[in-house]
């Protein structure tokens, strides 16, 4: 019998290091690949769940994965809607086999996954998202230290090497012959662009897509930034002051161990320093908020996290609108809100300033700001977003309780000279 596979794209929207896709296009003798828009969503009947930066960014990506799998013969369907009624009618259509995709266990995704094992299909997954796999942790993944500091050091004391990711297909199955539709929007309406974004999308070095994000990383190397990225990482605004891997690893156009592995072939041949380190210790950080969802799932996402204490929350929708249309009275949780909207992107710096602002100075729910947020970033990722509110909000694994930021100390630390809020504050 012929091996006719789906392949569900998903956060992984790359040829290069996806084990995944590489499994489906050597296994298989019928491919088809698929991506599956979710439907429009409403969040409190007021803001789509995902706005405009992300919808441009997806889309830019999209038409480059479209591209590339048209260069190998291959094309990619989009679907609309929930994903298992729409796996039902293709896989009836082409009678495939088995259907492959990346795993992902946040809530709703694995409840995505249940939906499509129901149908009675051969299903294979694969976990491809961290930098590190579980299996290479020196503990099982599910009995992890709570605490990162202690996780990391197991890491290191373990010296756990990030291993070398796997090349892209060179070859693709063909595509099911039957009379698919493959038409898929591949314009998008052009926004005007904020001139001082800090990741403008609308310029081709930023765009979404695969061979961007390795453009712009062999650029980071080139550069080598690497050597300087602690010392700027805190900083506000600007092109080069972080990595701005971010909005690409959201939609997986590049893996973290590509990027880590990299970065250490960067450092053994031009030294590595502090610096270098940290982009390391930073990923891990993306790596741990992914793990941590082996070990607790759900109870994540819960409204008190992981406190055990009871956690009262007085949430104001006045408060929570004037946080979110950046009229709070306060110029520099105002300056990030509207970077946040006008350009999707915000520093880490400014995201744990305004995140601390709403949880503590306005009292609000911080599950409120992660949806925000969720709408806003472009480089959303559920287990970052996720893993960052509950720390900010003291309802996740750190013994520490929650962070607190002092606003006007961070103002006159990090934008004595006002420079943050003047490019932001109102026309
Ligand atoms: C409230 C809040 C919400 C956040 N939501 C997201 C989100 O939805 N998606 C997201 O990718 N990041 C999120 N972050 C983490 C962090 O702010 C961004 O990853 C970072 O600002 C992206 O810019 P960069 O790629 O230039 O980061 P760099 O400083 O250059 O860091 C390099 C990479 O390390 C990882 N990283 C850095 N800091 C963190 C962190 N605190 N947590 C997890 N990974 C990190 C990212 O993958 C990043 O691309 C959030 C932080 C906060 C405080």
Not at 343 to 362: C, E, K, M, P, W
């Amino acid at each position: 019998m012929a091996n006719i596979t789906i392949y569900w794209f998903r956060n992984d929207l790359r040829f290069e290091d996806n084990p995944a896709f590489l499994k489906a296009s050597l296994e298989s003798d019928v491919l088809l690949p698929i991506f599956c828009h979710r439907k429009e969503e409403l969040i409190d009947n007021n803001y789509s769940r995902i706005g405009v930066h992300r919808k441009i960014f997806l889309r830019q990506t999209l038409n480059k994965l479209k591209l590339k799998l048209k260069t190998m013969n291959s094309d990619l369907l989009e679907v609309h809607g929930e994903v298992s009624e729409q796996f039902k009618k293709i896989a009836e259509e082409i009678h495939a086999t088995k259907i492959i995709f990346e795993k992902i266990i946040a809530p709703e995704e694995l409840e995505e996954e249940a939906e499509v094992r129901d149908l009675g299909i051969h299903v294979e997954t694969f976990w491809q998202s961290s930098m590190f796999d579980p299996s290479q942790l020196p503990f099982e993944v599910e009995n992890m230290p709570d605490i990162f500091t202690e996780f990391r050091k197991c890491i290191e004391l373990n010296n756990t090497e990030i291993k070398e990711p796997i090349p892209s297909p060179t070859r693709l199955p063909s595509l099911p012959n039957k009379n698919l539709n493959f038409n898929s929007q591949t314009d998008f309406s052009m926004l005007s662009q904020y001139k001082y974004s800090s990741f403008p999308y609308l310029e081709s070095l930023f765009f979404g897509g695969e061979q961007t994000a390795l453009t712009h990383l062999d650029n980071y190397l080139l550069k080598k930034l690497p050597h300087t990225y602690k010392a700027t990482r805190n900083q506000l605004f600007g092109i080069q002051f972080s990595t701005k891997f971010s909005p690409w690893l959201s939609l997986g156009c590049i893996s973290a161990r590509y990027i880590a592995f990299k970065i250490k072939e960067f450092e053994n041949e031009f030294g590595a320093n502090e610096s270098s380190y940290w982009i390391w210790f930073e990923l891990l950080w993306r790596d741990y908020f992914r793990f941590i969802h082996f070990k607790y799932g759900k109870n994540l996402y819960k409204k008190n996290g992981l406190n055990k204490n009871p956690v009262i929350i007085n949430h104001n929708d006045k408060k929570f609108n004037n946080w979110v249309q950046a009229e709070t009275g306060n110029p520099l949780i105002d300056a990030g809100m509207r970077e946040l909207s006008l350009t999707g992107y915000l520093s880490n710096r400014i995201r744990q300033i305004v995140a601390s602002y709403l949880i503590y100075d306005l009292n609000c729910d911080w599950r409120k700001g992660a949806q925000w947020f969720e709408s806003q970033l472009i480089d959303y990722d559920v287990y970052s977003n996720q893993g960052n509110w509950l720390y900010i909000a003291g309802n996740g694994t750190d013994p520490r309780g929650g962070r607190k930021f002092n606003t006007e100390k961070q103002d006159l630390e990090y934008d004595p000279r006002n420079l943050y809020k003047k490019l932001w504050q109102k026309d």
